[in-house]
């Protein structure tokens, strides 16, 4: 039984008023990264989805629309509609129907094909924002990122340390960045940044890009591995040159040392670990990694590519190792499926 003073609210009404209390708090939830980016590389691909879009709405919408406009004009009760049939053929809705979705296609395919190339992850950016090209003698950062289980560690060549869960970034500086992973394939995503780009154990991915707005942004694993997945999350901080440079002495002043030995306490399963620094890391740590050789006892990759590769000639061989081409090696490869990522 309704009491008397909700009897003024149908069930039509309730029922529509919780869908739109649904919706909006659905709305609410939302945090549009994606669109409100604060990286260059992240506002052209910004940019690329919404062209895109809008192209594929010049179909989408005139169609949803004629569908509602169509069926109530020639609907069985409106009989001043003409009724026709007969009618086989129109060479001009011929014409509309097969010239204008080839003419999107096309618009759609140019965009697609140019956005590859210049969004090229392996390719070094060509500025910093729209009119604003790199300075002269400008070098990129490099930070070096290791997928582990279930965390992120990163390398800084530059200054010697590295982080777990944290990564700092200054603004309006080209980033280099190098991804692996140790056990199995992850994918490295910093929405405000970039696209997210896939790290694999024994494999060297790449991603150029730059950070415009300082601010503290989210970092994530974008592909499933394993139990700890939810909790693989790292902490992007975007800083100016001074505000980084602090944070780099911050991390020198660690009392934590990634030795050997500790990588290897690191390197075991472990979820929601929080951010560390370490002061200095082992000489060679990341190369060991990318090359599974981080344990007491392993052969690194690279010595049983090149042992293999001795074998071959020794006995009159030419084959090249998988990730080579010929002629020529690696670094000469065009497409970034065959690229070894190390550029020096």
Known sequence: MIPSRFAHFSRKRVIRAGVAIAVLGLLGACHAVVLQPSGDVAAQQRDLL????????????PVMALTVIVAWRYRASNEESTYLPDWDHSTGLELIIWS??????????AMTWLSTHTLDPYRPIARLERG??????????????VAMDWKWLF?????????????ALPTERPIAFKITATSVMNSFYIPAL???????PGMQTQLHAVLNKPGKFDGFSANYSGAGFAGMHFETLGMDQAGFDQWI???????????DATYLKLEKPSENVPAMGFASYAPGLYDRILNLCTHPGDTCMAQTMQADMMKDRAHGQTTHPVNDTAPG???DAKGAALKNGDKS
Request: proline share 7%; glycine share 6%; hydrophobic share 55%.
């Open 50 to 61: 919404v062209a895109s879009t809008l192209l594929m709405l010049l179909i989408i919408v």
């Open 100 to 109: 204008v979705p080839l003419l999107i296609i096309i618009c759609l395919g």
């Open 132 to 145: 604003q090209p790199i300075p002269a003698g400008v070098k990129p950062l490099e930070v070096d990122v």
């Open 155 to 167: 390398f800084y060549p530059e200054y010697g340390v590295a982080t777990v869960n944290q990564l």
């Open 194 to 200: 970039a696209g997210q780009i896939y790290a694999m």
């Open 249 to 259: 002495a911050k991390v020198r002043a660690s009392q934590l040392q990634l030795s």
């Open 329 to 331: 090696n690696a670094r």
